[in-house]
């Protein structure tokens, strides 16, 4: 018997990409697991497209549209919170973008990790990345910042594998609503780390303004904020000090 597998997308204006998705998701998975898509539409609704796929594939696909603009993070927060209580407890459960970066292929390696842990969580760790230059750049400037602000290594993001039983009584912690990529840290001995290479997009360019993308930063900063503080304050009282000493 197959087991049940659940493709969780949040997504603003992807359907081309998420087309694609589709297509390899029958090749692939469809054969192996009984397949059921939620796509946690950003949109608000304006993305009609999204309404007809589930006539065009014979995997189940659910449309949760929000009423207001929430962003990935906080949609995968709500969907765990509010949702994943429905699912069967058995099922098999991968969270990932719809823009084609998080790749079909690797789900199936995902799930062998995961294996019969229902207290673990398998994520998929960036090898590399296919952007520009200078995000590249960007991209390590802020690694080494948040690694040293947090003595925490993040190369991971919305690509996860688990079971439904993970997240029992772990959605009490304030940290869960801050960010969904980051507060998976706070469980360090949960995680199983599935090293892979990041994709390209299917379909056009990002949507991430720079306004959207440094507001992401912090809010990966934001479950770490107590030593955040403590270690910025400790900046700032070193330098209140050579200050001091200089005058």
């Not at 087991?3 to 998420?18: G, H, R």
């Not at 087309?19 to 692939?28: A, C, G, H």
Request: glycine share 4%.
């Amino acid at each position: 018997m197959k087991d049940n597998l659940v493709l969780v997308f949040p997504t603003f204006f992807e359907s081309p990409s998420l087309i694609v998705l589709f297509e390899n998701i029958q090749r692939i998975l469809c054969p192996s697991f009984n397949v059921v898509i939620y796509l946690l539409d950003d949109s608000c609704g304006s993305d009609f497209e999204l309404k007809g796929l589930d006539q065009k594939f014979p995997m189940q696909i659910k449309l949760i549209s929000h009423t207001h603009r929430k962003g990935h993070q906080q949609a995968l927060c709500d969907f765990i919170r509010w949702h994943l209580p429905q699912i069967d407890p058995l099922a098999i459960v991968v969270t990932l973008d719809a823009d084609g970066e998080d790749l079909i292929e690797d789900i199936a390696p995902m799930i062998n990790l995961l294996a019969n842990n229902k207290k673990r969580i398998v994520l998929a760790q960036r090898l590399s990345r296919k952007r520009g230059v200078m995000y590249n750049f960007c991209f390590v400037v802020y690694m080494v910042l948040f690694r040293l602000l947090t003595s925490t290594n993040i190369r991971t993001g919305n690509f996860a594998c688990f079971r439904p039983e993970y997240f029992e009584g772990k959605l009490g912690s304030a940290f869960f609503d801050k960010s969904y990529a980051a507060s998976f840290y706070h469980w360090p001995e949960s995680i199983i780390y599935y090293p892979c290479h990041k994709g390209a997009r299917i379909k056009g360019e990002t949507k991430m303004t720079a306004f959207a993308l440094i507001k992401h930063a912090i809010s990966l900063l934001a479950p770490f904020k107590e030593q955040v503080f403590l270690r910025l304050s400790l900046v700032f009282v070193i330098l209140l000090l050579i200050l001091f000493l200089n005058r």
